[in-house]
């Protein structure tokens, strides 16, 4: 009967000497009745009969992605009964499931942080790309101003030494000397005008420079400013029937970070010349802003191509791009968000449709909040 207790599925109940009637646990009253014989039945037995004959081991220095990988597979009880540690072959001590989820998240956040570092680099090595473009804008640009101005002054060089031959020889007239004053008279102003464009186009490229590579922020004209940058990056369109309409209210001053505003309209620029016109082809680029209640809307449109609805929900997404056969990193929309959220502690946001162009509203507080000042 006890047996059929044991072996059996039924519950059973007991009745003592007063007549009460209980529950009898198969579990406790199989342990009590071993109870007297324990000593009897495991003395007699090796510690081996009881051990796992083939316990699930590792070795320290192995990957802990793949220990958890094996350990799932081959002997997922071992993840709560433990398994063995071994270095070189010999045992190195016991490890359970919870010693290797904290290994396995170590070894999650150094990647993290890896990833993170990586991305950093390539976001720094994206303000030096667009440094070395800002440097070769100045270069061509500072070219036409200063060609003429050097023009203008070898004009005038030859003018004065062939007047002081014939003031030498006698032979200047009265006309000669007032056509002579006239050449001096358009060539040291169209000199001038040239020189002064180019100490011009300097001044606002040296800005922008260090703009993009400082955080410091500082109170500007906006309109101006988009101006130098557009121009800045003359470059990378010259040769492309690319139209700039700038509609940015002159009245607006901005209390910013300067850098985030060129960081910004220069990836916008960069991204439409890549993406929204075919390859050598062109279209127009709308710059517009308005302030109105302390805060200022500029909105950056083309009328290119478009952005289809499956690449659109991912195009602020850090590293991704249609274009990385093409050298495309992948960040620097990605950069245009960080900036507006953070540095400007503002918000961006896209409208577009296959064929139909692209427009990005940038808004953001005219003056920066403290708080987002220091970081």
Do not use: W
């Amino acid at each position: 009967m006890l047996r059929r207790f044991i072996d059996g599925d039924e519950p059973a109940f007991g009745v003592d000497l007063g007549g009460r009637l209980g529950y009898i646990d198969r579990a406790t009253c199989t342990a009590l009745f071993a109870r007297r014989f324990g000593h009897e039945l495991h003395a007699r037995r090796p510690v081996a009969s009881i051990a796992d004959p083939a316990p699930f081991a590792a070795e320290c220095d192995e990957d802990v992605t793949a220990v958890s990988a094996r350990l799932v597979r081959d002997r997922p009880d071992a993840l709560y009964t433990g398994f063995l540690l071994t270095r070189g072959g010999a045992y190195a001590g016991v490890a359970t499931g919870g010693d290797l989820m904290h290994a396995v998240a170590d070894t999650a956040l150094t990647a993290l942080e890896a990833l993170r570092e990586a991305q950093r680099s390539l976001v720094d090595a994206e303000k030096l790309a667009s440094l070395g473009g800002l440097v070769a804008g100045i270069a061509h640009e500072i070219n036409t101003p200063v060609g003429v101005a050097l023009t203008a002054a070898t004009q005038l060089v030859e003018e004065v030494r062939a007047t002081r031959e014939q003031l030498a020889q006698g032979t200047l007239r009265r006309s000669d000397f007032e056509a002579f004053l006239d050449t001096v008279e358009e060539g040291t102003g169209l000199a001038a005008m040239n020189a002064a464009r180019a100490a011009e186009l300097v001044l606002g490229f040296k800005q922008i420079a260090v703009d993009q590579s400082t955080d410091e922020r500082r109170a500007f004209l906006l309109a101006d400013y988009v101006r130098d940058i557009v121009t800045s990056l003359r470059p990378e369109y010259k040769h492309r029937p690319v139209t700039f309409d700038l509609d940015v209210d002159r009245a607006i001053v901005v209390d910013v970070r300067p850098g985030a505003i060129a960081q910004i309209i220069t990836n916008l620029i960069v991204n439409a010349l890549t993406h929204a016109f075919p390859r050598d082809g062109g279209g127009t680029i709308e710059i517009a802003a308005r302030f109105a209640l302390g805060e200022v809307t500029l909105t950056f449109a083309d009328d290119g191509r478009g952005i289809a609805l499956p690449v659109l929900d991912r195009i602020f997404e850090p590293f991704f791009t249609t274009d990385r056969a093409n050298g495309g990193s992948g960040l620097g929309l990605s950069i245009v968000r960080t900036l507006a959220t953070h540095a400007l502690a503002g918000s961006i946001a896209v409208d577009t449709a296959p064929g139909a162009g692209t427009r990005f509203t940038l808004r953001f507080p005219a003056v920066t909040p403290e708080a987002s000042d220091a970081g």
